[in-house]
């Protein structure tokens, strides 16, 4: 069912890949900015996005849902209601009212952070982390990184989109964290 490019990929997700908007040079010349808010307009079709993100791992797997800030939430909170589990979020600076812990990660495009609450997670607790897409994997590693440093188990990521020319599956997967999508656009 699956064909292994680096992330796993469900196949016959054209209709999805074909909602997805490329918006050249965006937010600087170069990158080829994968744009999923033209997705998220069809309510079916973001339907059948989160079904098939979660035909793609094993629920009894995970106790906990992490996602990271914006786009990751839509995606974690859909995938937290279908399968009845907490979610994480992961913010970005100065959001969170509690004590929180954080860390500095590069992007495809410039620098950033993110944050969690310190008591968010219990130690061992299995956590997936789901994002809208994967490029140079320095977001999801700053994610794994940050989750781990406060004892959870991260060895599932989920994402809508997979850039794998930009090396985050490769990453992911050489940190223990096996990474799956539902489509790839190659040549980023
Ligand atoms: P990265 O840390 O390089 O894997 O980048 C992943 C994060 O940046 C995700 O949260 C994406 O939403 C966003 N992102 C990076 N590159 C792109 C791109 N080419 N198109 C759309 N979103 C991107």
Redesign the pocket.
């Known amino acids: 069912m699956f064909i292994k490019t680096g992330a796993k990929i469900m196949t016959d997700n054209d209709d999805l890949r074909a909602l997805v908007r490329t918006i050249p040079d ?1 937010p600087k010349p170069g ?6 808010s033209t997705l998220l307009l069809d309510g079916p079709a973001f339907r059948r996005t989160i079904d098939r993100m979660i035909a793609l791992v094993n629920p009894g797997s995970f106790d906990l849902i992490a996602g ?1 800030e914006a ?2 939430f839509i995606v974690s909170a859909a995938m937290s209601y279908a399968l009845e589990k907490g979610k994480v979020m992961l913010r970005k600076p100065g959001k969170l009212p509690g004590t929180a812990v954080s860390i500095d ?5 410039g620098t ?1 952070r993110i944050e969690m609450h310190d008591d968010a997670i219990l130690p061992g607790h299995r956590v997936l982390l789901v ?12 994610a794994t990184t940050l989750l781990r440093g406060q004892g959870a188990v991260v060895e599932q990521a989920l994402f809508i ?1 997979d ?1 794998p020319d ?1 090396g ?1 599956t490769r990453k992911l997967t050489a940190a223990g964290v096996d990474p799956g999508a539902l489509m790839a656009f190659a040549g ?1």
């Open positions: 965006y990158i080829q900015f994968r744009d999923v990271i786009r990751g990660y590069a992007l495809e495009y950033d994002d809208d897409l994967l490029a140079t994997g320095g977001t999801a590693m700053a989109v850039l930009l985050g980023d």
